[in-house]
């Protein structure tokens, strides 16, 4: 049985997504073994990521600022904002480069067996609906039942609050390199019907 801070440094670890007790105990092992200057790193790192990061008063990005430097950005298109369901898919639509609106992050999806909107950031989404000169709502969110389900909900409440406003969602269709043979039925009737016409 390890000593108590040990197994607290574990259970800790352990908690983190994708990480089980066996990594959290590879972990362990691997900090008290690198010495105090590499566990004094990750301290000043952690110390320094909870005193600065926040909520971007927009977009509800994490930010170091806030507003975060797309939303602080002028030549942004104000017209269009593209709702994601998590932070990380900020940074994909970005590297895309493809895309030059606004963003609003909802931190999550709704479930599709209980309509628990309470954690997710739909109310500030609902508030910038009446900033001026929108037009667009895209919904970027995943072709899961999770995403369908918080785009169908999202898509009434938008609606119903402001019917003018575009709501359109991402294409689905088959990915560059891929097989037909090798495509599901759902996203082979998606390609068909989101079809490319010249």
């Not at 950005?73 to 940074?91: A, L």
């Not at 109310?123 to 001026?132: F, G, M, V």
């Amino acid at each position: 049985m390890y000593s108590r801070p040990v197994q607290q440094l574990i259970r800790a670890l352990s908690r983190l997504p994708s990480v089980g007790e066996r990594t959290a105990e590879r972990y362990t092992f691997y900090l008290l073994k690198s010495g105090k200057k590499e566990v004094q790193s990750l301290i000043n790192a952690l110390t320094d990521f909870m005193s600065t990061m926040r909520s971007c008063e927009i977009c509800q990005d994490f930010a170091d600022q806030s507003p975060c430097l797309i939303c602080s950005r002028r030549e942004r298109n104000n017209g269009i904002i593209c709702v994601v369901s998590e932070p990380q898919d900020v940074q994909a639509i970005e590297e895309s480069g493809s895309y030059r609106g606004r963003y609003h992050v909802l931190r999550g999806t709704l479930s599709p067996d209980e309509d628990d909107t309470k954690s997710l950031k739909i109310p500030e989404l609902l508030k910038r609906l009446h900033e001026s000169g929108l037009t667009e709502i895209i919904l970027a969110l995943n072709h899961d039942m999770a995403g369908e389900t918080t785009a169908l909900y999202l898509e009434k409440k938008i609606k119903a609050e402001r019917p003018s406003i575009i709501v359109s969602r991402l294409a689905r269709g088959l990915p560059m390199g891929s097989d037909l043979k090798y495509a599901d039925a759902v996203t082979l009737g998606s390609a068909l019907q989101n079809r490319i016409k010249n």
